[in-house]
């Protein structure tokens, strides 16, 4: 078994700091907490600092993505100060601290890695991921695939999940192909529904379009969160394109009935490429 506390690539000094540098950050989260405080850090609930947990994460994505590996370090810390607060309420109410979460952290990445920590043999890649699934599964007691699964999820991940689950046990589709047969057949459900004027079949209807499109992309190999994403600057790209080339054209964008906007459109789309003058903000 190898003994993971010798082998830290950390020296014993910057071990030291971290240390005192966590514990001061704890310190600086509980004073804020007492009635002498931060009136707006006190008054935090778990519910009301949701929000906040997937804005964070949402900003260290977008840094990830541009390559700011300064403001990603910025982001972290905005992001473990979620964990922070999330934990220093718990700890008000007496129900656990910061140094549980870490703890309860600390067994779980050995518990599920025994290829490393134990004397079982090296597995590869695929087998690990089918390890920690296995692992994972036992530790919850769970015998169906879905118990426990979190709605709570963003729906394309959700989606994406789901069919990364069903395809665990066989239930997928053969190939990107098969899945484009069953986006035609979705997609002429919908007209249908669209055509009756049935607003309730629409939305479900809508529904299994979106699920089925969400997994048309798992079989492709891409994340369909981050490909949506990537879809959405796109939009925003040649949307800020167009106005800057009507400006250059003396005219307002918002002037321009839809025809011409739909030219510009189309303008900006042939050129290929266009970068806006602005960075979009999310």
């Known amino acids: 078994m190898r003994n993971w506390k010798m082998e830290s690539a950390i020296s014993v000094l910057r071990d030291e700091e971290?240390?005192?540098?966590?514990?001061?950050?704890?310190?600086?989260?509980?004073?804020l907490r007492r009635k002498d405080g931060c009136p707006w850090d006190a008054a935090q609930t778990p519910a009301t600092l949701k929000r906040f947990v997937l804005e964070e994460a949402y900003e260290v994505i977008e840094t990830i993505e541009k390559k700011d590996w300064e403001g990603l370090k910025e982001e972290l810390g905005d992001y473990l100060l979620q964990v922070l607060f999330q934990s220093e309420i718990q700890h008000e109410k007496g129900r656990y601290d910061i140094g549980d979460?870490?703890?309860?952290?600390?067994?779980?990445?050995?518990?599920?890695?025994p290829h490393?920590?134990?004397?079982?043999?090296?597995?590869?890649?695929?087998?690990?991921?089918?390890?920690?699934?296995?692992?994972?599964?036992?530790?919850?007691?769970?015998?169906r695939h879905f118990d426990g699964f979190s709605m709570r999820l963003p729906a394309l991940l959700a989606s994406y999940k789901i069919g990364k689950k069903a395809e665990k046990v066989g239930f997928d589709w053969d190939g990107p192909e098969r899945v484009m047969e069953k986006v035609d057949e979705e997609l002429a459900e919908v007209k249908e529904a669209l055509k009756a004027g049935d607003q309730?079949?629409?939305?479900?209807?809508?529904?299994?379009?979106?699920?089925?499109?969400?997994?048309?992309?798992?079989?492709?190999?891409?994340?369909?969160?981050?490909?949506?994403?990537?879809?959405?600057?796109?939009?925003?790209?040649?949307?800020?394109?167009?106005?800057?080339?009507a400006e250059l054209r003396n005219c307002r964008f918002e002037d321009l009935n839809l025809e011409e906007q739909e030219k510009?459109?189309?303008?900006v789309k042939n050129m290929g490429g266009v970068e806006p003058t602005v960075t979009p903000t999310p």
Do not use: Y
Not at 20 to 28: A, E, H, M, P, T
Not at 116 to 140: G, R
Not at 209 to 216: G, I, P, Q, S
């Open 101 to 113: 979460v870490l703890r309860d952290l600390r067994d779980k990445l050995i518990r599920r890695h």
């Open 264 to 267: 510009l459109w189309q303008e």
């Open 18 to 31: 971290i240390k005192d540098l966590f514990l001061d950050v704890v310190k600086v989260m509980a004073t």
């Open 116 to 143: 490393v920590f134990s004397d079982v043999p090296q597995v590869e890649n695929l087998n690990v991921k089918a390890q920690w699934e296995k692992i994972k599964q036992k530790e919850k007691g769970t015998e």
């Open 200 to 245: 309730q079949h629409l939305r479900e209807e809508l529904g299994d379009l979106l699920f089925v499109v969400a997994n048309l992309v798992r079989q492709c190999g891409w994340d369909p969160e981050e490909t949506l994403r990537n879809g959405n600057k796109k939009f925003i790209t040649r949307f800020q394109a167009m106005e800057e080339l």
